[in-house]
């Protein structure tokens, strides 16, 4: 399986924080990104895509994407508990594997009142 | 449906048995995967259909899983002679577009315990 690398966390930071989640992937020639949020118990949702190198924001959160050093991340503004979960990053590695998305073992978040 | 189903939610089982567990995607849906994720961990890719056909069964674990999907909708995923680190939860997907290129639409998984 092509490796997409997470701190497992878990990670903890007050309400109204900024939370940041890290990312890294081995194939270089990964082609899409996209950030997953699992709540206990529950199956994953997508929360952001990002497929060119940058920024991309929608509302409280931003992923970021840097082929050149095989890293994504995600950043979650104003941190409200109920952001509390675990977050997977998922990878498209393109070419022969263009068809899979591999995911990293998620980092969990807490975000404390 | 409106959602992607699987069946069954629970199911618990002695080392050695066959299990199937079933998944219904969303109507439409032309791409369907499988994930296995264990306690803690993340999701590791079983299988992935377009259509009726699979591309890509690299995730499959040993000859004892096999998958199948029929009219372009219904998908099972048989597991023979159950062995206790198969347990875990197998979670089906569907996607209108094919590939890893889009969204999933996870069901809530078919927990399997295998004692």
């Known amino acids: 399986q092509k490796e997409v690398e997470q701190n497992s966390g878990p990670l903890s930071v007050p309400e109204g924080a900024i939370a940041s989640l890290n990312c890294t992937y081995s194939?270089?020639?990964?082609?899409?990104f996209f950030w997953y949020r699992q709540y206990s118990g529950k199956s994953p949702e997508l929360i952001m895509f990002?497929?060119?190198?940058g920024d991309k924001e929608d509302g409280r959160f931003t992923a970021q994407l840097n082929k050149a050093s095989q890293y994504v991340s995600l950043l979650i503004r104003d941190s409200q508990p109920s952001d509390s979960a675990t977050y997977l990053c998922?990878?498209?590695?393109?070419?022969?594997?263009?068809?899979?998305?591999?995911f990293g073992t998620g980092t969990r978040l807490t975000v404390i009142p | 449906g409106a959602g992607v189903s699987q069946s069954p939610s629970n199911k618990v089982t002695e080392k050695g048995k066959d299990v199937e567990l079933r998944c219904d995607p969303i109507?439409?849906?032309?791409?369907l995967y499988w994930y296995r994720q264990s306690l803690g961990q993340g999701l590791e890719f079983l299988i992935y259909?377009?259509?009726?056909?699979?591309?890509?069964k690299s995730g499959l674990p040993s000859d004892r899983f096999s998958a199948e999907r029929t009219g372009g909708s219904v998908s099972t995923l048989t597991i023979q002679r159950t062995q206790q680190e198969d347990s875990a939860v197998y979670l089906c997907?569907?996607?209108?577009?094919?590939?890893?290129?889009?969204?999933?639409?996870f069901g809530e998984g078919s927990r399997l315990t295998v004692l």
């Open positions: 990002i497929y060119s190198n």
């Open positions: 998922a990878v498209n590695p393109g070419g022969t594997g263009a068809n899979n998305l591999f």
């Open positions: 194939d270089r020639g990964s082609q899409s």
């Open positions: 259909f377009q259509g009726n056909s699979a591309p890509d």
């Open positions: 997907a569907s996607s209108p577009l094919p590939g890893g290129t889009g969204e999933l639409f």
């Open positions: 109507s439409g849906h032309t791409a």
